[in-house]
């Protein structure tokens, strides 16, 4: 079958999106040749592992999602994050983020940080409140997105841009002040298993009778996904013959890099998630893997190769373990709302635009989106790693001041 075919039957099934353009559908089958061929070259028989599967449709140079250069965030692409509803998202994470810069001084550190939205708002608020950073550094694995981010960050804040730069990984060591990560997390490759009758087992990706690409569960469990099952917190959980699940372990080295780079300051790091004991619940049995193409969310994971984004949830009690570990005290968990009412998205919203009632009515609708429960507000999570900061301030971040909910972690 001809791969422009295979797309078209695929987008029949999805329902009402529309069909990618010629180019990205060359772009796709690409991406979809390298996969075959690598299926094809399995000397052991098993399925390639999900993870790498992940890997590759999300930044296979040049031709995963977000390597390549359609684009993906805003109306126009495929998903809205809350930087791009309204500015006063970032305007209240700079409220957090300048409390600690005057205790510590020093830089922001932003990991993925998409159109360069989130770093222009902190950087004007924070302007505002004569609390700017050292530097405001970005930390991007998109090739695309840092292009994007550099052209709109020197257009918008021409004045601050000196104070940005692109770093190609994190300082090693001795970093002072605030790391950042919106919706990062959801986007790193995880680990898919599945629970058989003879115990856990990788569910990974093979090429079916037809060329479509098709999950199929191993006969094997990779070692570091027994060594995950074999860990006390994790042999108190009953997965059920037949439940299907992921497991972020990347996540895991990266909040240990964080934790080693970091010599004081905080980290925030903000996604959709819940805490492990909802993550695992029984009735969650197929995982939390969620596509993203044209503002239209499916699970059909191994469709349109590299043209759709790919998110799974996070288990923010993995992300408070992995803290620990790495030697990080977790000072913060709540919800987008608390948080963002805590940092005062109100009052800001209430003096801007005072006398401008269209203006205010608009920005009402945004807020509105950031912080109702049925919309962003219950969904997203906020949770703070602090590295040797005083007590005083430990205890008393703003974003959590209303409603802290690490008992439930
Ligand atoms: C869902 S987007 C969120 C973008 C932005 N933070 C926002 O909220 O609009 C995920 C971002 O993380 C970046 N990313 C994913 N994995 C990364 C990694 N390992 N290191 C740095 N950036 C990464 C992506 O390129 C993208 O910019």
């Not at 809205?80 to 810069?101: D, K, R």
């Not at 699970?299 to 590299?306: E, H, I, N, S, T």
């Amino acid at each position: 079958m001809l791969y422009a075919d295979r797309i078209r039957q695929q987008i029949q099934v999805l329902g009402n999106v529309p069909m990618p353009s010629n180019e990205a559908i060359e772009h796709s089958e690409q991406l979809y040749l390298q996969l075959i061929d690598q299926l094809g070259d399995r000397s052991d028989n098993q399925p390639l592992p999900f993870v790498e599967v992940m890997e590759q449709l999300l930044h296979s140079p040049g031709l995963g999602y977000y390597s390549a250069g359609a684009l993906k965030i805003g109306a126009a692409g495929d998903f809205v994050t809350a930087p791009e509803i309204s500015a006063f998202y970032g305007f209240a994470l700079a409220n957090q983020c300048a409390e600690v810069l005057k205790v510590t001084s020093g830089s922001i550190l932003e990991f993925g940080a998409g159109l360069g939205t989130l770093a222009k708002d902190v950087l004007v608020q924070l302007e505002k409140l004569q609390c700017l950073p050292e530097h405001y550094y970005i930390v991007e694995i998109s090739a695309d997105l840092k292009q994007r981010q550099q052209i709109k960050l020197q257009a918008e804040i021409p004045h601050l841009f000196p104070l940005i730069s692109w770093l190609d990984q994190l300082p090693d060591e001795g970093f002072k002040g605030v790391i950042l990560a919106n919706e990062v997390i959801d986007a790193m490759p995880v680990h898919l298993f599945e629970m058989t009758a003879n115990g856990p087992k990788d569910v990974g990706v093979v090429k079916a009778v037809d060329g479509e690409l098709e999950f199929q569960t191993s006969t094997e469990l990779s070692n570091e996904m027994a060594q995950w099952f074999a860990r006390d917190e994790i042999q108190q959980l009953h997965f059920p013959e037949g439940y299907i699940s992921e497991v972020n372990l990347i996540m895991e080295s990266w909040i240990k890099a964080l934790g080693d780079c970091l010599s004081q300051g905080l980290i925030l790091l903000i996604d959709y998630g819940y805490p492990r004991h909802e993550y695992y619940l029984e009735e969650r049995n197929q995982g939390s893997l969620i596509c993203h193409y044209r503002h239209h969310s499916h699970d059909k994971v191994l469709y349109l190769a590299g043209l759709q984004d790919i998110t799974a949830h996070v288990d923010f009690t993995a992300v408070a373990e992995a803290a620990f570990e790495s030697g990080l005290s977790v000072s913060g968990y709540t919800n987008q709302a608390s948080f963002l009412s805590g940092c005062g998205i109100l009052q800001l919203a209430e003096a801007a635009a005072a006398d401008d009632l269209d203006k205010q009515m608009q920005i009402a609708q945004q807020i509105r989106t950031l912080i109702m429960p049925d919309e962003m507000g219950e969904m997203f999570k906020i949770i703070a790693l602090t590295q040797d900061l005083p007590l005083e301030l430990t205890s008393h971040l703003q974003g959590f001041s209303l409603s802290d909910l690490r008992h439930a972690l």
